[in-house]
């Protein structure tokens, strides 16, 4: 029952990305949109523990919401898709359960 | 696919009723369909038809209710939650003794029943909010 993770938050703001991490099981995918995708920047003191989740877990950013923080994809930590609102609806089509972590 | 769609913030807050508008219409967009999208707690405000956002900002509820109409999707608010914050349709609002209602065309108020409903019926149910 493979779970679609949507963290909305971003790492500095609140822990729910820490609290995702620790329960996602081993076939979930994890999308960060909103102030999440503040968790995708690399360099950043949030990096390392993402950088670890993406040997375990696909991650996805949700590229309008990058754009609208200002922050340049050259910025992403590698290994990390950018998808856009459509690739949002397919990715929510793959995955049999949506976790909103609000 | 079915989806349903959940909102428990209000409008002009953070971004859940940009993010679920903008997912809405991109899940119409592929063919989907979209079995209702559920207002709860604060996210009943996306329901006022009296909003006068600035000219070059976007109407939030004007657009969910253009969305709805154009794509037969219900837009329901939680009784309870609407109740609270002095949110009223016509019906309502006499019951309650009160001078005018403010719900916007295209939106329903409801029970927390049809937001189980909307999970049963949908294949998918998300949640946008705070």
Known sequence: MPVLHIVNKSPYDRNSLDTCLRLARADAAILLIEDGIYAAQKNAAASDKVQHALGKHPIYALQPDLQARGINPDNMIEGISLVDYDGFVKLTTEYDKLQSWL | MKFGILVNEGPYTHQASDSAYYFAAAALRAGHEIVRVFFYH????????????????????????????DNDVELILCVAAAQRRGMLDADEARRAGKDADNMAPGFQISGLGQLIDAGIQADRLIVFGD
């Open chain 2, 42 to 69: 604060d996210g009943v405000n996306n329901g006022t038809r009296l909003g006068v956002p600035p000219q070059d900002d976007r109407n939030i509820s004007a657009r969910w209710a253009e969305l709805a109409k």
